[in-house]
């Protein structure tokens, strides 16, 4: 079993949908969650860290159940400038090192 | 304020070659990080440094080093290169290495081998 596992995409909406994002990790033992989002040949940029009791910045709500080891991110009113890959990314590192191990990455691509 | 600066931005070697890349982290950051992102996947952990000290090391032969400098930059070396070396290699760093500090992210060094 793969350690991140995100749905495999890509997905394609229009603009104004709302598209969810979901992932596994496989190790309990996980600290710390994000999701990046990665543009076509550029280099991956933090979106949003990922809390226990879910967060929400404008347009983008990340929910983490630690019990189902599950990750999602929910886009609403989805953006032309939304197109990307995103990454679901999980830190199993302690205080003293952080290793993070990423996903394959779902791209979505949102049209006129 | 600079970002994570990584250097060359580009770079072309043959099969048995050593390469050097550079990284430097974003002010104040003591941490950097290394991957490798090879197309279609997801980036790979390679090394983490904290004040000059290898703290992680992901599952690459012993081919790939680095090290940190008392600046906090960082290189990565790669030695005997092979065709599937051919990728993108991400720098990322952070204040320290508390497991829910992000890491920010250079642009790369694109490394392609012939």
């Known amino acids: 079993r793969k350690e991140v596992e995100q749905d495999p995409g890509p997905f394609n909406v229009p603009e104004g949908a709302t598209v969810a994002f979901n992932c596994t990790y496989s190790n309990s033992a996980s600290q710390s969650f994000f999701w990046y989002r990665q543009d076509c040949r550029k280099e991956p940029k933090l979106l949003m860290s990922?809390?226990?009791s879910g967060n929400e910045d404008g347009r983008f709500t990340a929910q983490l159940n630690r019990a189902s080891q599950y990750i999602s991110l929910l886009i609403r009113d989805s953006k032309l400038s939304d197109s990307a890959t995103y990454l679901c990314v999980v830190n199993l590192g302690g205080w003293r090192y952080s290793t993070l191990t990423f996903g394959k990455g779902t791209m979505l691509l949102v049209s006129p | 304020d600079a970002g994570v600066t990584q250097s060359p931005t580009h770079l072309i070697k043959t099969r048995g070659q050593q390469v050097t890349l550079r990284c430097s982290p974003i002010s104040g950051h003591k941490s950097v990080s290394w991957y490798q992102q090879v197309l279609g996947q997801g980036p790979q952990f390679i090394f983490q440094y904290y004040e000059k000290e290898e703290r992680g090391r992901g599952n690459f032969p012993d081919r790939f080093s680095a090290r940190q400098f008392p600046n906090y930059s960082s290189e990565l070396n790669v030695n005997a290169l092979l065709l599937g070396d051919s990728a993108l290699y991400l720098c990322?760093?952070?204040?320290?290495?508390?497991?829910?500090?992000?890491?920010?992210f250079g642009d790369g060094t694109r490394l392609s081998i012939l």
């Open positions: 990922v809390y226990s």
């Open positions: 990322a760093s952070s204040p320290g290495t508390g497991n829910s500090q992000p890491q920010h």
